[in-house]
């Protein structure tokens, strides 16, 4: 019976040590990654607006972009401002969102069902403020539904996830390279008798990109909570009697897009 064949070893370097310095970074490395929870392809933050808060009461805004990131600051700090009394004063930052994990810390402790009437909570894209005249906003729009009580938990997470998950920038995406439609943000507010869900947009002039918008909102939306025919509509930011921008009322952004990149 003929023997095993030699193997030949020449030239081969020998078993590398479990506990070497190169194998320890390997394994830090990778369990590092595997519990790091996974990133959303926006950063977002996430807002408080208080009938009851003045000037006097503000909370510190969010930074100004920076140059290096750092979305995981949820605490809330106080500072002095001028009581001038407007929208923008009842307007606290509470958190930003950068990570799955983040995201669900501050959802799921922040009860919309007990925010008083008139109170209203906006996840909007990082930097962009949930003002009209926001230069992200300005020119855009968005669309409203009416959501009995009952089920605007149930809605709000479903728009939320909606938002977060990029299925509505999915919608609002075209090949146009002048004046890019994007998603800005979402809303949640109380008002006697249902709340208003919005979902905001870059260009209210986008027309098959609004349609669209309304379409990803029922395609990800269970049978139950679908809103009533004549329980949404769409409506342009210039179109409200506060509204304050200047030069926006063109009807959307591709006949401003020399003005705003």
Known sequence: MAGLPDLRRTGL????????PARGKEMRANLLNKLRPPPLVHAWDFWHDRQDRTGSTLTSPPPAPPTSSSNNNTAETTTSAKPTHNYEDRLVHLASISDVRTF???F???DVSALPLRDSVHLFHQYVKPLWEDPRNVHGGCWTFRVPKANAPAFWERIALL?????????????????????CGVSLSVRFTSVLVQVWNRDAGHEEGIKKLLEAVFEGMEPELMPRENGYYYK??????AFKGQDSKSGGGEVAASKQA
């Open 13 to 20: 370097s020998g078993s590398t040590p479990e506990n070497t």
């Open 163 to 183: 938002a977060v998950g990029e299925k509505l920038q999915a919608a609002v995406e075209s090949d146009r390279k002048q004046f890019r439609d994007d998603i």
């Open 236 to 241: 342009p930011h210039y179109e409200h009697a």
């Open 104 to 106: 669900w810390n501050v």
């Open 108 to 110: 799921n402790n922040f």
